[in-house]
Structures are given as structure tokens and as C-alpha cells.
């Protein structure tokens, strides 16, 4: 029964920062996953949308879209090898020498995976494009997919779908930050209230993009992955 739990809990650290390769979400999220078809989209559309606002050609915006793609595969694969190295090793009595153990794992996986995706769209764009292409979709955030799944779901006209992409990506990037800190900190109720405050920034900026009947989808569709709502904006987007 240790062992079990204990393998439980690794694989609930590992999941946070990356998808797996097949584009499932993290395992600690509840409701129904991602199918691989609807990661490869979100990916797709996350890096399509970055290539539009950073008004590169055709070409690079191909080669951006794979890079990025190739990237989220390599973190996945990367962390599934800190989970099996982690299971391995587990001390299965102590929770909290484990926790640190992943977190350095996560760290260090995440700074390589980053370094490996910036130096592939270094080769594509300038230091300019590459470090705001880099900033945007570094996170390598499931959270962000997720979302980015439903936009897509909502059938938005190309102008309100990016808007909605902006909010979901700035979003990704502020709260990736805020929490990063607040984890450092150890504080574990700062890091509940900071989430909460996060998540009611954003159903409010989401709120001021769409109508009242796509607000609606957007909540229940986030509150069906175990997150915590916020408040439900309204229906400015009309």
C-alpha cells in the first residue's frame, strides 16, 4: 500500500508541468482528457497563434508550429523518465523529501526542455522573435492546452479567438510566475488564494470577449477539469 501511494503522488508531482506524448492531461486535473488529435491542435494553434502576432512568413511559421510540436513531445518524454527514475528511487517514508526530490527533477528538466526549444527557434527567427516566441509558449503549460481546446471548441470568429488566445496565453505566462514564487515560498495557502485570484482575472478579461451563452460553455468546461471557476463574466462580447 506505501508503494502504491507513493507512486500515486510521483505521478501527481511529474504531471504538472507537461502533457504526456499522447497529449493526455495531467493526471492530478479530474473530468475528461485530451484526446492526442486535440493536444496536436491546441499545439498547433498556440504556435500559429504566437507566428500571426509576431508577423513571421509562411515558412517560419511552419517550422515554428513543428519545433514547438517536437518540443512538447521531448518534455513529456523527458519527465516520463524522471517518473520511472523517481518510482525507482522513492523513499516511501518521506512524502515531503520525495516532493522535494520531483520539484528539483521538474526544475531541471524544464530548464533543459526550454534551453533545447529556444535554440531550435533561434535557428528559425531573430533574438527578438525568439525570445517573445519563447516567453509565450515555453510554459509548456497542459493548463494552456486544455483552455486553448476549448476556444477552439467555442467556434469564435477569428478576431474574438485572438483575443481569447491572448488572455489564455498571458494568463498562462503571469500565473506560471506568480506560482513558481509562491511555491518557492512554501506557503501553501498564499498559493491557494494566489490561484484563485488568477483564475477571476481571467473569467473576467474572457468575460469582455464573449457572449453570455460561450461564457457559460467556457465555465463549465474549465470547472469539469477540477479547477476553481472565479467569477463568470458577462456578456460584453456580444
Known amino acids: 500500500m506505501r ?4 507512486s500515486i503522488l510521483v505521478l501527481a508531482l ?28 491546441a499545439w498547433t494553434l498556440q504556435a500559429s497563434h504566437v507566428a500571426g502576432k509576431l508577423e513571421i512568413s509562411k515558412e517560419q511559421t511552419t517550422k515554428l508550429v513543428d519545433a514547438y510540436k517536437k518540443a512538447r513531445a521531448s518534455c513529456s518524454e523527458a519527465m516520463t523518465k524522471a517518473r520511472e527514475e523517481a518510482r525507482a528511487n522513492a ?25 533545447k526549444f529556444a535554440k531550435a527557434v533561434g ?12 516567453k509565450q509558449l515555453g510554459t509548456f ?18 478576431a474574438k ?11 498562462t505566462v503571469e500565473s506560471t510566475a506568480a506560482l513558481a514564487k509562491a511555491r518557492a515560498s512554501g506557503d501553501r495557502e498564499s498559493m491557494r488564494g494566489l490561484f ?11 468575460g469582455k470577449v ?29
Open 210 to 238: 464573449l457572449s453570455e451563452e460561450q461564457m457559460t460553455k467556457w465555465t463549465e468546461a474549465n470547472a469539469r477539469r477540477g479547477r476553481s471557476g472565479g467569477r463568470r463574466g458577462g456578456g460584453a462580447g456580444q
Open 141 to 158: 503549460s497542459g493548463s494552456l492546452d486544455r483552455m486553448v481546446n476549448v476556444v477552439a471548441g467555442l467556434k469564435l470568429d477569428k
Open 123 to 134: 535557428a528559425i527567427l531573430d533574438k527578438e522573435k525568439t525570445g517573445k516566441a519563447v
Open 3 to 6: 508503494l502504491l501511494a507513493s
Open 91 to 115: 523513499d516511501t517514508e518521506d512524502r515531503q523529501a520525495m516532493r522535494q526530490a520531483m520539484r528539483e527533477a521538474q526544475q531541471k528538466v524544464t530548464k533543459a526542455e526550454t534551453e
Open 196 to 206: 484563485q485570484e488568477q483564475r477571476t482575472k481571467l473569467n473576467e478579461a474572457m
Open 14 to 41: 511529474v504531471a504538472t508541468l507537461c502533457t504526456t506524448a499522447s497529449g493526455q492531461a495531467p493526471q492530478r486535473q479530474r473530468g475528461p482528457r485530451m484526446t492526442p488529435e486535440q493536444a496536436q491542435a
Open 161 to 171: 479567438q485572438a483575443k481569447a488566445l491572448d488572455i489564455v496565453s498571458a494568463y
